[in-house]
């Protein structure tokens, strides 16, 4: 699978856009850009994936850019409570591709009032 | 809808005692299991992974081991626990989604060993 880069830390403040960025300079053609977040003292929770095009649920929007070598996540609206480490993870989606997930250091996000 | 149990939610154990952790998966069949841990303030560490019953795979060479007896149970035991087996154990499951075919996963609430 490919490596990520994310900053280690980043604030917001309370109500506005939290872009969250991440470098995967050597995504491979089949391999998905997935996030997840981890509140303190939870499980990681898992927010999007995609694999070339924009995608938008009710937790976030993904923005994957066109030599999909980076992408950023997007939380509109921040509240206090997406407080959390952060994780890029890129790779395969498939059966024949395995089945680990790699956690790397994350991006800790602080949301101020 | 699928869900994802796991206890007990805090152990405090001795050194060199036994361990047992639990976790099943209610609403879906042959998940991807898997077993992480976390130790205070650092990232997740896989330790296995299963595809199907009896089938194991070890990421990290400890004195840890796992079983699936059941479809949707996973077991992670110890025979004699070290200090540093203490941290913050996470259960997870994946399966094919009904969106895409993709294999993102779902962690339980976890269980905090603190090994003394």
């Known amino acids: 699978d490919a490596k990520t880069t994310q900053p280690p830390s980043m604030d917001c403040a309370e109500g506005r856009a939290a872009n969250l960025p991440c470098n995967h300079s050597?995504?491979?053609?089949?391999?998905?850009v997935y996030w997840y977040r981890q509140i303190h003292s939870q499980g990681p929770q898992y927010i999007i994936h995609?694999?070339?095009n924009n995608e938008t649920n009710e937790m976030a929007s993904l923005i994957i850019t066109e030599d999909r070598k980076s992408s950023t996540l997007i939380l509109p609206h921040a509240t206090l409570r997406d407080t959390a480490v952060y994780y890029c993870?890129?790779?395969?989606?498939?059966?024949?591709?395995?089945?680990?997930?790699?956690f790397g250091a994350g991006t800790r996000l602080f949301v101020k009032a | 809808s699928q869900t994802i149990h796991q206890w007990p939610a805090t152990l405090v154990q001795p050194v060199g005692s036994p361990l047992s952790l639990e976790c099943t998966v209610e609403g879906t069949s042959n998940p991807n299991l898997y077993w992480y841990r976390q130790a205070a303030g650092r990232g997740l560490q896989l330790l296995f992974y299963s595809v199907g019953i009896g089938q194991i795979s070890s990421e990290v060479p400890q004195n840890l081991s796992a079983s699936r007896p059941q479809d949707r149970q996973f077991i992670l035991s110890s025979k004699k626990l070290l200090l540093s087996d203490s941290g913050f154990y996470l259960c997870?499951?994946?399966?094919?989604?009904?969106?895409?075919?993709?294999?993102?996963?779902?962690f339980g609430p976890g269980t905090r060993l603190t090994v003394t």
């Open positions: 050597t995504i491979s053609g089949n391999e998905y």
């Open positions: 997870a499951w994946s399966g094919l989604s009904g969106t895409g075919g993709t294999y993102e996963q779902y």
């Open positions: 995609g694999l070339k």
């Open positions: 993870i890129v790779r395969v989606a498939s059966w024949a591709g395995g089945f680990k997930t790699i």
